[in-house]
């Protein structure tokens, strides 16, 4: 399909999935990232192989695609840019490339949106203290630790217990953030497993309310029971600083066994934060026109459409996804983007 | 180029991947082994409903499959094969656990009543005072069961106007249909239980299932499908050479290779729920990524190599089939070299990996880099 050309905004695992789709179709793409590189937050996501033994994390999903995208003659790639004023024109679209405060006019056949989106601020779940007592982390936290520095970085003869607190800021109607960030569930079983796997003193407990295993990922979840981790259902009510040991936190949570509260120490506390709308989604869907649903993700009502045609979502714009379904709904998005471009081309 | 796509499997899934590649002009054949859905008549499609693929041969660009399809036997070439087989359900007394009783059933039978006349429906007013949908109840449900489940379960209280309660033991929810869905059914009165372990007691007074608050009593149990992958899956997997997971569904789990949606072969692609747990959207989206990946392989004019491949020196070999045994993507074979025969890697099955060569004992195979002709590489294999 010659002299056609989309635009993708966002060069996170999803926008580079349907680039490198498109391109290799034959439609040149211009791929529009706002940091000075790609990757967005999959770069954050670590190896959770326990002994070597790989747990199907996602996480080696992305370096390869990375390379892919950019030995790709039909993408272009725009780095510390992003784009402004899109405006449909005919069967086309006239928008400003802005790269370095250097404004370019330029225009496409279609859009794809695969904006992603933000960590879930650990901070407006006052009660548990994340940010005032340091033995209190995220996910994220965890995460970009054991990427950055190694899986050895959690061993130590001090971490007696560990707990991990699920669904920390989604799945809660009454702060209207109802969504499930259907990812924090298989972080935490997969970091709690290689904890548990690199420190057998560590004792794990993980609060949740419900542990997502749709999606084939029941195994990791029986193997972690196996392996003794002990599962706890229903959320803490507060973390606070213990009165006996000011190194460790105090957990209090209602226990359904006796129906009583109680309290239970540890010496780390990683809360499971998760997936948010960005920031500036609205502005975004400002910009192209298009709707959000009642949580700010992107709006669409058919897989990857958005609510202007010619305007496509790919990734965790639209909703929470992991790295793989992420690329799935990127190349599903690349495939309805491409099909509405063989209908308005003649 | 041949352009033909082999669709493989009789369920939805499949249909959907057959409208998707319809649309993008390609030919199809679809094979199920039973009568296959209604499809969109083209003149694009060919259909081979009740067959049952016997013999594969070929690589990427060039399969030959072969069906046995009575009376008689079909041949179809076909540039690539996508995977579309579904799952399947066990029946509910394939489980001794669950008891036989006239109280508890499926969530097909119930929905069959819900949709019958009133007075054929087969359930006494009296009986329809308070029914119980368990999910979880013997493993962990996946989505594609929640969903129908809830479903089935707004509708029964819509349409009985009777008490439903939903007892579960990890509920699955997602972004936005799921945590809708269940706000709903709170709101319309529907009570969610978490289940204990014990197992439900049916009795002439009615259903009695223990969760984390006490013991529910309920005049009908409706159970969650249970869904399992397809009895012939390893029987297909089989013919086509490709991994399927240990829980028996398809997809290749070798880390450095697994790709969403790719099989460990060229040319073969998985879709819909042979090798994922998925509602109807979800499988919908599936069938489209499955069919621009296709696109991606026919768009192509001529197809090529990976720039470094394997090569077998032919006259070092000493045909001890490790490399065979060893190649992820079933990439080598055995072949004539003249008078010798000898191990040779199909050039465009492929990927380079270098398992192979790691593994030969007697150091045959070396990685080369290639820079022929694509004309003649295809030359090479007609
Ligand atoms: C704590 C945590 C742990 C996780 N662990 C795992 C895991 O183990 N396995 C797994 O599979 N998944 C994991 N995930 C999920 C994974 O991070 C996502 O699936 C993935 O990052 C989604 O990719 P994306 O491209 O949709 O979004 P992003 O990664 O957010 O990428 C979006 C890109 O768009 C750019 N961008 C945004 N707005 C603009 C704009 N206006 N103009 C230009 N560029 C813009 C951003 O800079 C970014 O690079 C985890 C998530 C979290 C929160
Ligand atoms: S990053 Fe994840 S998928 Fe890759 S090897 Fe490590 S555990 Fe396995
Ligand atoms: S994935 Fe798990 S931890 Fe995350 S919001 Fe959903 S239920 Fe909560
Ligand atoms: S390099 Fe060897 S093992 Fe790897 S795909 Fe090619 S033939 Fe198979
Ligand atoms: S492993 Fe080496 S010796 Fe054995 S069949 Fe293959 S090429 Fe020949």
Redesign the interface.
């Known amino acids: 399909m010659p002299n056609t050309s989309v635009v993708i905004i966002g060069g996170g695992i999803s926008g580079v999935a349907a680039a490198l789709n498109l391109a290799q179709r034959g439609v040149a793409v211009d791929l529009v990232e706002r940091e000075p590189r790609l990757g967005g937050n999959t770069l954050d996501v670590c190896c959770k192989a326990v002994n070597g033994q790989c747990q199907h994390c996602g996480g080696c999903l992305v370096a390869e695609r990375l390379r892919a995208v950019c030995a790709e003659p039909l993408v272009t790639v725009h780095l510390s840019s992003t784009i402004t004023n899109i405006q449909p024109a005919g069967d086309t679209f006239s928008y400003q490339l802005v790269t370095a405060n250097v404004k370019q006019a330029k225009s496409a056949r279609a859009v794809i949106a695969a904006t992603g989106f933000d960590h879930i601020d650990a901070r407006t779940k006052g009660p548990y203290g994340y940010g005032a007592l340091s033995m209190v982390i995220t996910g994220e936290d965890m995460e970009r630790r054991l990427r950055a520095e190694g899986q050895s970085v959690y061993d130590c003869a001090v971490l007696r217990d560990v707990a991990f607190i699920q669904c920390v800021g989604s799945r809660d109607e009454h702060a209207n953030r109802g969504w499930c960030s259907q990812v924090c569930c298989r972080y935490a079983v997969r970091l709690a497993r290689l904890l548990g796997a690199r420190s057998p003193q560590t004792n794990i407990t993980i609060f949740k309310m419900d542990i997502q295993t749709a999606g084939r990922d029941s195994q990791a979840f029986a193997l972690a029971q196996q392996e003794g981790i002990r599962f706890i259902c229903g959320l803490p009510a507060v973390v606070r600083r213990s009165e006996k040991d000011s190194a460790k936190a105090a957990l209090l949570f209602d226990d359904i066994n006796t129906g009583q509260f109680r309290t239970n120490e540890f010496d780390l506390v990683v809360l499971a934060t998760g997936i948010e709308p960005r920031s500036d989604a609205l502005q975004l869907a400002e910009t192209l026109g298009v709707e959000r649903n009642r949580f700010g993700f992107l709006a669409s009502q058919d897989g990857a459409a958005l609510s202007i045609p010619g305007i496509f979502a790919a990734g965790c714009c639209q909703s929470p996804r992991s790295i793989s379904e992420s690329i799935v709904h990127a190349t599903a998005a690349a495939e309805a983007c491409y099909r509405y471009l063989q209908e308005h081309t003649q | 180029m041949n352009k033909t796509v082999a669709v493989l499997g009789g369920s939805a899934d499949a249909g959907w991947v057959v409208e ?1 590649l319809l ?2 002009s390609y030919s199809v054949a679809w094979v199920g082994q039973e009568d296959l859905p209604d499809s969109p008549r083209s003149d694009g499609l060919r259909a081979y409903p009740r067959s049952r693929v016997s013999a594969v041969s070929g690589c990427v660009g060039s399969f030959r499959l072969e069906l046995s399809a009575p009376p008689e036997r079909a041949v179809i070439d076909a540039a690539a094969i996508i995977v579309a087989m579904g799952n399947q359900r066990l029946p509910l007394g394939a489980d001794a656990r669950i008891p036989a009783h006239p109280r508890v059933l499926s969530t097909q039978v119930l929905a069959e009543r819900l949709s019958a006349p009133r007075q054929i429906s087969g359930i006494a007013p009296a009986q329809r005072q308070h029914i119980l949908f368990a999910l979880d109840m013997l ?2 449900s ?2 594609q069961a ?1 969903v129908e489940t809830l479903e089935l379960a707004l509708r029964t209280h819509d349409t009985w106007h009777c008490e439903v309660s939903v007892l ?9 249909l ?3 869905l269940t ?1 709903t059914m709170r709101e319309q009165g529907i009570v969610f239980h ?1 289940l204990q372990d014990a197992l439900p007691v049916v009795d002439d007074s009615g259903v009695h299932v223990k969760h ?1 608050d006490g013991v529910l009593d309920g005049d009908l149990l409706v159970i969650a499908p249970v869904v399992r992958p397809r009895s012939d899956s390893a029987e297909l997997a089989g013919l086509l050479r490709i991994a399927l ?3 028996g ?1 398809f ?1 290749q ?1 070798n ?2 290779s ?4 790719l099989s460990n072969r060229k040319g073969i692609y998985l879709a819909g729920r042979c090798h ?3 509602d109807d ?1 979800g499988a ?3 069938a ?2 499955a ?3 296709v ?2 392989l026919l ?1 192509q004019d001529h197809l090529q190599p990976e720039t470094v491949i394997a090569e077998v020196g032919s006259t070092k070999c000493i045909r001890c089939l490790t490399c065979i045994r060893t190649c992820p993507h079933a990439a080598v074979e055995l072949a004539a070299y003249g008078q010798v025969t000898a191990a040779k890697v199909v050039e465009l099955a492929c990927f380079g990996c270098g398992a192979c060569a790691a593994n030969c004992p007697v150091r045959a195979i070396t990685m080369k880099g290639i820079d022929v002709p694509v004309w003649l590489q295809e030359a090479a294999l007609v």
Do not use: C, F, H
């Open positions: 998707e649309a993008l493993e962990l996946g989505k929640v579960y033991r990890e509920l699955q929810v997602d972004s936005d799921l945590e809708s706000r978490r984390a997971g240990a829980d569904y997809q789990l880390v450095r697994y790709r969403p949606g994922l747990d998925a959207a919908r989206a599936d489209a990524q069919a621009a990946n696109a991606i768009g």
